[in-house]
């Protein structure tokens, strides 16, 4: 099993993760992320991130289907927000299930650092001074190395 979701509405986490590892028979170990848009230089208003649709899909299920080629998942969970989000709104959340807790810690890694690099979202960040696109990270690159 895999989802993947692309929305502006937010998302109650705790019942997200209740109700993927309700789903997941045989599962040992279920690993979950959730990631909040922080205000790294002070003075950030909000982040707004647009996505091409049903391109954003599609692209997120591919990473998606690659980690389950590459650990025996039992299941895998994609949300991400696009649209205007104030500092501190959750931006995203992975999950994964597996019947070994190294597994799932390793695909929902896995995930994030594609999520992060590869998925196709434009994030603007709106500041108090003024406003611009998002760069990528050499950081976030040097991630995907090690997978």
Known sequence: ????RVQTESFDAGAELNSFSEAQDGAGAVVSFTGVVRDVAG???AMEIEHYPGMTEKAISGIVEHAKSRWPLTGA?????????????QIMMVATASAHRLAAFEAAEFL???LKSRAPFWKK??????????AAVEADEDALKRW
Request: aromatic residues 10%; negative net charge; without cysteine.
């Open 77 to 89: 969970l994609v949300i991400h927000r696009y649209g205007r989000l104030e500092p501190g709104a």
């Open 43 to 45: 003075g950030l208003n």
């Open 112 to 114: 994030m650092d594609y």
């Open 125 to 134: 960040e709106v500041a108090r001074d003024g406003a611009g696109w998002v």
């Open 1 to 4: 099993m895999a989802e993947v």
